[in-house]
């Protein structure tokens, strides 16, 4: 009954209603002015609030869908961004020093040239000087603390010949008594004169990189004692610091040997994790941009080695790489849980790979188990080596697009083994104490300075192993 009341009153256009209306009665009964309670009068109203929770409902759900919309467009402009910032790192780390110097290319030929005016030759190299410019300027890359193009001044040369000639002195009984001798009558190795028999064109540039430490200098004797008998090599040495090494620079004029000495740090992000640092990767890319800017584009001539300063190698091994046309490989022992790391080779073409780790790598080898000729470095001009620790030979390798019928087996069909992953063992830089270093006797004041120059120990009056020194058996503190 109320409900027909309810809407029989409602539609009524009395004035009784109209006026009941006005003093808050509707359809005689007593309601909210703006907010009827109940009844089917308010069956409208309901209609709107229902209409208004499904607008408001719908309008949620628009501006939540927006959101996500916005979200995701943010999502993919970051990663845009990201991507576009790290290919811009990768070209500036790359290829920065290529704006920064002006380099006239050099061929393989002039980068060994002798200097013709030898009254101007002197035994000091080029030091302190970025490529191509007048003015110590590091790069962010690297700098080149000091370069020598020249094969050997007459100092050198003489010097150099006077040492065979010592030697072949002390050994003179031996040497007459065996024909077969490698060493000629004025005193100069028979490789270091003839090259590789006749096959002494092309250069060999050789990659060193090195890192400071306790053994560096003893290891960097050792190796350069090794290349003074290699003809047609030039020596480019690395250094992980981000200033020049006076030891270095000291050393290396000693060999006779062209070279040029660099200083390129690790970046500082990729030193956080101490077990997978990719050592010697900055000093590769470094070597790697440096011939870039110096090599003539169109010369061939040349090979492109990877020697680290702890490694052994056989002299027959350059005349092996030099004959590379674009990429060869060959045998590395002392690798791994094999011994050995080497490519498998069948009827003359390399079919795999025999190395203890493969890690799902394309061409698992050594750093110094392979060599490229220097025009693949112009071909792909990107190509270089990651910050991936254990992946820097199959990433740079496979950069230069290399396919496995094209590798060049050497070392007798890699039956041989010429070069071996030898490492000396690290141990701590020892600290002498003595009483005091104004009264250290005799040469031993000396001698510990250059132990201290050379980085192989230090001195300290305070902290350290107690010295002694020894006479006619009786013991003293130093």
């Given at each position: 009954?109320?409900?027909?009341?309810?809407?029989?009153?409602?539609?009524?256009?009395?004035?009784?209603?109209?006026?009941?209306?006005?003093?808050?009665?509707?359809?005689?009964?007593?309601?909210?002015?703006?907010?009827?309670s109940s009844g089917r009068c308010n069956y409208h109203n309901n209609n709107n609030n229902n209409n208004s929770c499904k607008t408001g409902v719908a309008r949620s759900t628009t501006a939540a869908m927006h959101v996500k919309k916005t979200w995701k467009t943010a999502a993919v402009m970051f990663l845009a961004v990201a991507a576009v910032t790290t290919v811009t790192a990768?070209?500036?780390?790359?290829?920065?020093?290529?704006?920064?110097?002006?380099?006239?290319?050099?061929?393989?030929?002039?980068?060994?040239?002798?200097?013709?005016?030898?009254?101007?030759?002197?035994?000091?190299?080029?030091?302190?000087?970025?490529?191509?410019?007048?003015?110590?300027?590091?790069?962010?890359?690297?700098?080149?603390?000091?370069?020598?193009?020249?094969?050997?001044?007459?100092?050198?040369?003489?010097?150099?010949?006077?040492?065979?000639?010592?030697?072949?002195?002390?050994?003179?009984?031996?040497?007459?008594?065996?024909?077969?001798?490698?060493?000629?009558?004025?005193?100069?190795?028979?490789?270091?004169?003839?090259?590789?028999?006749?096959?002494?064109?092309?250069?060999?540039?050789?990659?060193?990189?090195?890192?400071?430490?306790?053994?560096?200098?003893?290891?960097?004797?050792?190796?350069?004692?090794?290349?003074?008998?290699?003809?047609?090599?030039?020596?480019?040495?690395?250094?992980?610091?981000?200033?020049?090494?006076?030891?270095?620079m000291n050393l290396l004029p000693d060999f006779s040997i062209p070279y040029t000495y660099i200083a390129s740090p690790m970046p500082s992000i990729y030193k956080h994790n101490p077990n997978a640092m990719p050592r010697g990767v900055s000093n590769r890319r470094a070597a790697l941009n440096w011939i870039r800017l110096n090599h003539n584009i169109n010369d061939s001539n040349?090979?492109?080695?990877?020697?680290?300063?702890?490694?052994?190698?056989?002299?027959?091994?350059?005349?092996?790489?030099?004959?590379?046309?674009?990429?060869?490989?060959?045998?590395?022992?002392?690798?791994?849980?094999?011994?050995?790391?080497?490519?498998?080779?069948?009827?003359?073409?390399?079919?795999?790979?025999?190395?203890?780790?493969?890690?799902?790598?394309?061409?698992?080898?050594?750093?110094?188990?392979?060599?490229?000729?220097?025009?693949?470095?112009?071909?792909?001009?990107?190509?270089?080596?990651?910050?991936?620790?254990?992946?820097?030979?199959?990433?740079?390798?496979?950069?230069?697009?290399?396919?496995?019928?094209?590798?060049?087996?050497?070392?007798?069909?890699?039956?041989?083994?010429?070069?071996?992953?030898?490492?000396?063992?690290?141990?701590?830089?020892?600290?002498?104490?003595?009483?005091?270093?104004?009264?250290?006797?005799?040469?031993?004041?000396?001698?510990?300075?250059?132990?201290?120059?050379?980085?192989?120990?230090?001195?300290?009056?305070?902290?350290?192993?107690?010295?002694?020194?020894?006479?006619?058996?009786?013991?003293?503190?130093?």
């Open positions: 009954m109320t409900d027909r009341r309810y809407s029989g009153s409602c539609g009524s256009s009395s004035s009784s209603n109209s006026n009941n209306s006005n003093n808050g009665y509707r359809c005689g009964i007593k309601t909210q002015l703006h907010a009827p990768a070209f500036y780390f790359n290829y920065a020093a290529t704006a920064c110097c002006a380099v006239v290319p050099l061929s393989s030929s002039s980068l060994l040239q002798e200097s013709s005016n030898t009254a101007a030759v002197d035994s000091e190299p080029y030091r302190s000087k970025l490529v191509g410019s007048s003015a110590t300027r590091p790069s962010k890359l690297y700098a080149v603390c000091e370069v020598r193009d020249h094969l050997r001044s007459p100092a050198d040369r003489d010097r150099f010949s006077r040492h065979r000639r010592q030697t072949v002195d002390s050994t003179s009984s031996t040497v007459d008594k065996n024909p077969g001798n490698r060493y000629s009558y004025n005193g100069e190795s028979e490789t270091a004169r003839n090259g590789d028999r006749g096959n002494d064109t092309t250069l060999i540039y050789f990659i060193t990189p090195t890192y400071p430490r306790r053994e560096q200098i003893a290891e960097l004797t050792r190796l350069g004692q090794t290349l003074m008998h290699v003809s047609r090599l030039y020596w480019i040495v690395a250094d992980d610091r981000p200033d020049c090494s006076l030891q270095i040349a090979v492109i080695y990877f020697g680290d300063d702890d490694n052994t190698f056989h002299l027959d091994l350059f005349k092996e790489i030099r004959t590379t046309k674009k990429i060869s490989m060959f045998p590395v022992g002392l690798v791994g849980e094999y011994g050995v790391s080497s490519p498998i080779i069948d009827k003359g073409k390399v079919v795999g790979f025999f190395d203890s780790w493969p890690a799902k790598r394309k061409f698992p080898v050594d750093m110094a188990g392979f060599a490229i000729n220097v025009q693949l470095l112009f071909k792909y001009p990107y190509a270089t080596m990651p910050y991936k620790a254990g992946f820097e030979e199959d990433r740079f390798l496979s950069a230069l697009a290399i396919r496995l019928d094209e590798i060049e087996p050497k070392a007798e069909n890699c039956t041989r083994i010429l070069v071996w992953h030898t490492q000396t063992a690290k141990k701590p830089k020892p600290i002498v104490m003595v009483r005091s270093k104004a009264t250290l006797p005799g040469s031993l004041a000396t001698l510990l300075d250059q132990v201290t120059m050379l980085g192989i120990g230090g001195v300290s009056e305070t902290t350290g192993v107690r010295s002694y020194m020894t006479k006619n058996g009786n013991i003293f503190r130093v």
